[in-house]
């Protein structure tokens, strides 16, 4: 958030990021204990089972993955666990190189020349005991191939974060996805306001000064995010901030509106910096046209790339980009529109 917000209003500017996870994780209690019936076993050194987290962005589905693996790891040690996102490793050799890497035994740095049958056979001999691995946002994998690579590695359990189930499962071979159905589903809802104002409480607990924000503010952006905890603590901290470089002491009403539009501008563009080539593509036509019919989405993103996604692999696309409001669909059937949520794009 800056030096000059920290010395001001901020005692811990990591608290409002993105991967922090605090010791005392709440409001998700049914979901740990599900998700912690399938990951236990590994305590005792036996293999876990395959398990599948799903719901809406903002829903606490990394956070409560990653605390259940920190919680899991001080119960045992040397417990092997490994989390990769893949709107990094998209590929079906970045995502077992990646792998390879967690495990320590990668040849040297990635190379590509190293084919995906090596990295899939180094992996089975390097899985000497139970091994969990997540796959954060497993929706955005180029090709689900490498699932059943890891599926079929002895001993490996593997973990899917998405926010849907069934779309990822409809793009899998049918026997990896009878299997994967069959894996523990772990559903995530949306918080309700109270959850939503405990979570940001605990924020400013741990990072922010006292008296910054009252009660009446964490409801106010609660509110706000209609449940969505990212763009609540990301509101919070784009209120902060702005309160610090006007030299008050504490948040105001009218401080956490006039957040608001510049909160979801910071966080629709770091979304935007993740999207893939074909994502990329799909988004500017849109965001290009102003508004657009999904065929002509489809053929004008088609022109704008070499080897064009399936109509159905882009229809994948625009849920994504909904998912995370870059843009939204509006009408039915041949009325059906699509719109960018703002009308910017950058130079790539």
């Known amino acids: 958030m800056g030096t000059l917000y920290a010395d001001a209003l901020v005692t811990d500017p990591a608290v409002f990021q993105e991967d922090w996870v605090p010791a005392d ?14 990951l236990e076993p590994v305590i005792s050194g036996e293999p876990a089972g395959d398990a599948f987290v799903w719901g809406p962005s903002g829903s606490g589905k990394t ?16 417990l ?29 740095k990635r190379r590509t020349a190293v084919s995906a049958g090596e990295l899939r056979s ?43 189930e069934d779309q990822v499962l409809a793009r899998l071979e049918p026997r990896l996805r009878s299997r994967l159905a069959n894996a523990t589903s772990v559903q995530f809802d949306r ?36 449940g969505d905890a990212r763009d609540a603590i990301r509101i919070l901290a784009t209120a902060v901030r702005l309160a610090a470089s006007e030299g008050a002491e504490s948040l105001s009403p009218e401080t956490v509106d006039r957040a608001v539009p510049a909160a979801r501008t910071e966080l629709r563009e770091t979304r935007r910096e993740r999207l893939g080539e074909h994502q990329y593509a799909l988004y500017t036509v849109i965001s290009s046209a102003g508004e657009i019919s999904p065929g002509e989405a489809y053929e004008r993103y088609a ?44 130079t790539k």
């Open 122 to 164: 180094r992996i089975e001999d390097g899985v000497d005991r139970p091994v969990v691995v997540v796959l954060d946002e497993v929706d955005q994998l180029e090709s689900p191939d490498v699932l059943y690579d890891l599926y079929h590695t002895p001993g490996l359990a593997i973990v899917l974060v998405a926010n849907r």
């Open 80 to 108: 092997d666990t490994h989390y990769l996102s893949c709107w990094t490793d998209r590929t079906r050799h970045a995502v077992l190189y990646s792998v390879l890497e967690g495990l320590g035994t990668a040849p040297g």
């Open 25 to 38: 994780f709440r409001h998700r209690d049914a979901e740990l204990n599900l998700l912690s019936t399938a």
């Open 191 to 226: 918080y309700d306001l109270d959850a939503l104002v405990a979570i940001l409480a605990q924020r400013a607990e741990h990072g922010l000064r006292p008296d910054v924000v009252s009660r009446a503010d964490l409801e106010h952006v609660a509110d706000v995010a209609a």
């Open 303 to 346: 022109d704008r790339v070499e080897e064009p996604r399936s109509r159905r692999r882009v229809r994948d696309y625009v849920s994504k980009l909904v998912e995370y409001g870059l843009v939204t669909v509006h009408g039915q059937n041949r009325g059906r529109r699509y719109r960018a949520v703002d009308g910017e794009t950058r």
């Open 63 to 78: 956070s409560a993955t990653r605390y259940l693996l920190d919680a899991l790891h001080e119960r045992a040690d040397g």
